[in-house]
């Protein structure tokens, strides 16, 4: 059973950071592509970052470029998800997602490849 664990959300001002962290279980991992997606209220869940397992390929959601890096580390079984001046538009549930068949990196932000998701996290940017 592959099993998916966030945390590391909270309420935050805007400008300041917060790092979101995915526990792995249950799954290679290190084969995985891993990618963080968020959904806002009233509207649809959507790409945040993705890295692939086996070339640590990563893409970025054009908001979020230059403020966000995702990162991982195979030992732990652990994605990251690394947020610098947060803006309260990254107001969000942030969830943690898992393609264990590597897909591919033309299909790395569709929801369709995620086999596995977290329950969540969440994340308040006030202004």
């Known amino acids: 059973q592959v099993q998916l664990v966030e945390s590391g959300g909270g309420l935050v001002q805007a400008g300041d950071s917060l790092r979101l962290s995915c526990v792995v279980s249950?799954?290679?991992?290190?084969?995985?592509?891993m990618a963080w997606f968020r959904e806002a209220p009233g509207k649809v869940r959507s790409f945040v970052a993705g890295?692939?397992?086996?070339?640590?390929?990563?893409d970025y959601a054009d908001s979020v470029k230059g403020r966000f890096t995702i990162a991982r580390d195979n030992a732990k079984k652990t994605v990251y998800l690394e947020m610098n001046s947060l803006k309260p538009e990254d107001t969000a549930i942030y969830y943690c997602?898992?393609?264990?068949?590597?897909?591919?990196?033309?299909?790395?932000?569709?929801?369709?490849?995620?086999?596995?998701w977290g329950q969540g996290t969440q994340v308040t940017v006030s202004s």
């Open positions: 249950g799954s290679p991992f290190s084969t995985d592509t």
């Open positions: 890295v692939r397992g086996t070339t640590d390929y990563t």
């Open positions: 997602a898992a393609d264990v068949h590597d897909s591919g990196a033309d299909r790395l932000k569709l929801l369709g490849p995620y086999d596995y």
